[in-house]
């Protein structure tokens, strides 16, 4: 038996060009065998590399997680899917670019890159597609949330509870998408529609919220707001937990709400009013994406198009209810 028949048994392509039988008999002896594909010896062989590096800014919110699912659930077993980290603090991020094209990667999807990193990825011979990145001098291909129209519905549904002085808290380090989403809520609040708001900002996590509210609780800053938007919905758990310890009821007293709906933003108690940013979907969009760029550039082709939107939408909870009277 030939190595050549052996190879589209392996490969799959046996179809049509090997008989059922002699499939029959390689498939066997590769069980026997243990034999396992080398990935990397396939790559010299056909000048095509089947890793993908996944570039994420940290791993702490269950997010990434979802979005990582989206990324492997379209890459499947045909790829090789490497994770790196590229923290928006420090400076790491050419590191880890150096050590992509070390890596022989033929793809990257990346969300929120630091700026070095953002400069760096322009430079790689590898195909590249940037998740939730909006309003950057990024023109290559890119997946976006409808970030806009999320933001629209939050400060509508507040504001059609009577909710006119709100809080917000920006998750740090900043980044465009945070930035994005707290312009589109707070013009909805500027002085001129005749209401206000403050803005406070903490680190992207429980404990980090938790301490900023109690902080701003202590000098009466929240006096007078009647709600609390948070960037993300890992900011809201900390500012429920922190509101409870302060004996303020929620929605009763001050009303919370977020961005992401996150699948424990259902059970959390009260159950958080949150815009859905669907992380899964927007993996999947994103590695789809990066297939299509990728078999655009081997036929020789420039990928261009427009930056692909991922919808969004409010889901209401128990979290948010009517603004109290004032006295």
Not at 115 to 141: F, S, Y
């Amino acid at each position: 038996m030939s190595i050549a028949t052996v190879s589209l048994v392996v490969n799959g392509k046996a179809d049509g060009r090997v008989s059922p039988g002699q499939q029959e008999v390689v498939r066997r002896a590769v069980a026997d065998l243990g034999y396992r594909v080398d990935s990397r010896a396939r790559e010299l062989v056909t000048g095509q590399r089947s890793t993908v590096a996944l570039l994420l800014p940290e791993l702490s919110s269950p997010f990434f997680g979802y979005l990582a699912m989206g990324v492997s659930s379209v890459l499947g077993g045909g790829y090789d899917l490497v994770l790196a980290i590229a923290e928006r603090r420090g400076g790491g991020a050419p590191d880890q670019l150096d050590r992509l094209v070390g890596a022989r990667v033929g793809g990257v999807i990346c969300h929120a890159p630091p700026d070095a990193a953002l400069r760096g990825l322009g430079t790689l011979a590898a195909a590249v597609v940037l998740l939730d990145e909006p309003g950057t001098a990024w023109a290559g291909p890119s997946v976006l949330f409808d970030l806009g129209g999320g933001a629209d519905s939050l400060a509508a549904h507040l504001l059609d509870l009577g909710h006119r002085h709100i809080a917000y808290l920006t998750p740090e380090p900043d980044s465009p998408t945070f930035s994005l989403r707290r312009a589109a809520v707070l013009r909805h609040f500027a002085a001129g529609s005749g209401g206000s708001a403050i803005e406070l900002r903490a680190g992207n996590d429980f404990d980090a919220a938790a301490a900023a509210i109690r902080a701003v609780a202590a000098v009466g800053r929240l006096n007078g707001r009647s709600a609390i938007v948070c960037g993300t919905d890992d900011q809201a758990y900390g500012v429920l937990l922190a509101l409870a310890e302060l004996n303020i009821a929620v929605p009763d007293e001050i009303s919370v709400c977020a961005f992401n709906d996150l699948p424990h933003s259902r059970v959390v108690r009260p159950a958080l009013t949150s815009v859905a940013l669907p992380a899964r979907r927007l993996g999947s969009c994103g590695a789809e994406l990066l297939l299509e760029v990728s078999a655009a550039e081997r036929a020789g082709r420039r990928w261009t198009s427009h930056p692909s939107v991922v919808p969004t939408a409010l889901a209401v909870r128990a979290s948010t209810g009517a603004a109290p009277r004032r006295s």
